[in-house]
């Protein structure tokens, strides 16, 4: 269905309306849905790009005791709960107690919907035994709950997006839906908001993140730009967050700048010499020799003039390298490679040679490679405050990403944002058809 065509206006429903087509949506709608609530999913995305950025995820954190068919070994909720405490300076210690305990039903929620995970025997993923591999990635994934979700009666809107969300005289809260020129107004009983951070909304990026910020590459979906949380946040809910705060990792200057995903992120850096764009060396300070760094890359390289880096490797670096979407600039000397790259040839030898000097493995076997790169931001740590049941006010609950400064309040853990848009969706999802009853 598209909106608002396809719907009367002032439209008034009893049941929920879940604001976002994206993982914690479609938790939030399912579970709903499943306790009884008539519920209406409103995306602002076509039909092709449903599903926010899970499209591009791969796996999910859980708490497990015991090696289970799908994730090997055991991860104790005290150790996840010591891992969160890593990267929360502040937030909701009994919240991310919920979320660790609830962590350990999502991989069964997730099969009864449909998905499949990935045995850890079969595959190349590099397994671990804090997080379950979705079969077939997050594309997969969405396309299993959208299914689930339509098979269950929840009627869904593309191409919809909500512009203003309001209490409604008459009770409950009234948003109004946008399709291109196109507009018109639902009422509905009880709302959850699952509209993803403000991550892809270019006015925020220059508001906070300085002069570099048109530099910075979007790696998830154009739609999650967070202007209904900014929205929100003028008409007094709450804030959680540092609005400058991201998680940014290193991405292949050539990508695009918008939902480029995973496969543009630069793995291959521990096997070269990064420099920016005047040849001067880059570096992580105290960074471990062989480990990939990626959040912390992801912010150096913001950081370089122009916000841009590239990374230089020789034949021996590239062999030793993850496949990349996009293959290195190759050339047969360094002196070519910095033609290519608009870099000063000398200040490139120089920086190769010092570098050569202590590495344990240096820069010498032609042709040599370079791959350009640009910081690529996965989400701002920055949201809605909620409480436990996600409420953001009487009958209107927050879900997802928008919610997670609650949880934890820097970096990152492989596998949490699934984890964390599955359960505060599935709760907001059941505290919405609760407040219906
Ligand atoms: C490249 C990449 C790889 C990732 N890989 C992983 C991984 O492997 N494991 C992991 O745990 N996490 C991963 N993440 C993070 C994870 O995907 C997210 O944390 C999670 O999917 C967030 O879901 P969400 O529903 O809260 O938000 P989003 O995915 O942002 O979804 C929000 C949805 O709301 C819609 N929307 C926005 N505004 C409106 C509006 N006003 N009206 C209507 N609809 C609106 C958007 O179109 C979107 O569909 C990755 C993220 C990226 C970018």
Request: net charge neutral.
């Amino acid at each position: 269905m598209s909106a608002p065509e396809d719907i009367a206006n002032n439209v008034r429903m009893e049941g929920v309306l879940v604001i976002g087509g994206g993982f914690a949506g479609l938790c939030a709608a399912i579970e709903a849905r499943r306790r009884g609530a008539a519920v209406l999913l409103a995306e602002s995305a076509p039909p092709a790009l449903r599903g926010g950025h899970a499209r591009h995820a791969r796996n999910f954190r859980i708490a497990h005791e015991a090696p289970l068919w799908h994730t090997p070994g055991a991860y104790p909720p005290a150790e996840f709960e010591a891992d969160l405490a890593r990267i929360s300076d502040g937030g909701d210690a009994v919240l991310r107690r919920v979320l660790i305990a609830e962590s350990a039903g999502i991989a069964a929620w997730l099969e009864g919907c449909g998905v499949r995970l990935q045995a850890p025997d079969v595959g190349v993923l590099p397994f671990s035994r804090r997080t379950a591999f979705l079969l077939g990635g997050g594309k997969a994934m969405i396309n299993a709950l959208y299914a689930t979700a339509e098979r269950l009666g929840v009627g869904v809107l593309y191409d919809s997006d909500i512009v203003a969300l309001a209490p409604a005289p008459e009770g409950g809260w009234a948003v109004e839906i946008a399709a291109g020129a196109a507009r018109c107004r639902v009422t509905a009983r009880a709302v959850v908001v699952a509209s993803g951070g403000p991550g892809a909304d270019p006015a925020w990026l220059r508001a906070h993140f300085g002069p570099n910020a048109d530099r910075v590459l979007i790696r998830g979906g154009a739609h999650s730009n967070g202007r209904l949380m900014q929205k929100l946040i003028e008409s007094g809910a709450g804030a959680a967050g540092d609005p400058a705060s991201c998680h940014m990792v290193a991405v292949d200057g050539r990508g695009p700048e918008v939902d480029g995903g995973i496969v543009t992120r630069i793995t291959a850096i521990p096997h070269g010499l990064v420099v920016d764009r005047h040849g001067g060396r880059v570096e992580i300070i105290g960074a471990a020799p062989g480990k990939a760094h990626y959040a912390q890359w992801g912010q150096r390289i913001a950081q370089c003039p122009q916000g841009e880096a590239s990374l230089i490797l020789d034949a021996e670096g590239v062999a030793r390298s993850l496949p990349s979407a996009l293959p290195p600039i190759r050339r047969p000397s360094l002196e070519a490679l910095a033609a290519a790259l608009e870099i000063d040839a000398a200040a490139l030898a120089g920086a190769v040679e010092a570098f050569n000097f202590d590495a344990p493995r240096p820069i010498v076997r032609a042709p040599f490679a370079a791959f350009p790169m640009r910081a690529g931001l996965t989400f701002v740590h920055f949201g809605l405050a909620v409480d436990a049941d996600m409420r953001l006010a009487p009958n209107l609950f927050a879900a997802g990403m928008i919610t997670a400064p609650n949880f934890f309040t820097r970096s990152y853990l492989a596998g949490l944002g699934l984890t964390l848009s599955a359960v505060t969706g599935r709760r907001a999802g059941e505290a919405a058809a609760r407040a219906l009853v």
